[in-house]
């Protein structure tokens, strides 16, 4: 692999998703059973349109009682979050890399012309960099001396 590898090859691309209207206990006891702490939401024709996380779960839980009216009374529209960070899969590993680096967050839907492709995750990208090979572009001058012979 190569410093400049698209995230593509490292993507997941079989991803558990919801559609907005889906129940929002529905998409909570699909998250809880399949481990996951969240997934994507597309319309009818796979455009992401919002981003459910376990975060946006309790919300819908703890809402309720705060209005007080039943807890859980929705959908996966009316809770997930619609202001969602993408990647285009020509990324380079390092690119995202960097994201995650000064983000919070865990994972990014990978995203090209509006249509949903796939997720790449912390995990993802870090399968990725220890496949990485160091390569030496550039040996500035005062290194010389000390360049591993090759």
């Not at 990485?132 to 572009?137: A, D, G, N, W």
Request: glycine share 6%; hydrophobic share 40%.
């Amino acid at each position: 692999m190569t410093q400049t590898e698209s995230i593509s090859k490292y993507m997941a691309t079989k991803l558990i998703t919801f559609k907005a209207e889906t129940n929002i206990q529905e998409a909570m006891k699909i998250i809880v059973k399949k481990k996951i702490s969240g997934a994507p939401v597309i319309d009818d024709s796979g455009r992401l349109i919002g981003l459910l996380s376990e975060k946006d779960c309790i919300r819908a839980v703890l809402e309720g009682p705060y209005n007080q009216r039943p807890s859980m009374i929705g959908t996966v529209g009316d809770f997930m979050s619609t202001d969602v960070r993408t990647v285009h899969p020509d990324k380079t590993v390092l690119d995202i890399a960097l994201e995650f680096a000064h983000s919070q967050y865990k994972r990014f839907p990978v995203v090209q012309n509006g249509r949903l492709l796939g997720q790449i995750s912390r995990v993802d990208i870090l399968t990725a960099i220890l496949k990485i090979t160091p390569e030496l572009k550039m040996v500035p001058s005062s290194w010389k001396p000390r360049v591993p012979a090759q």
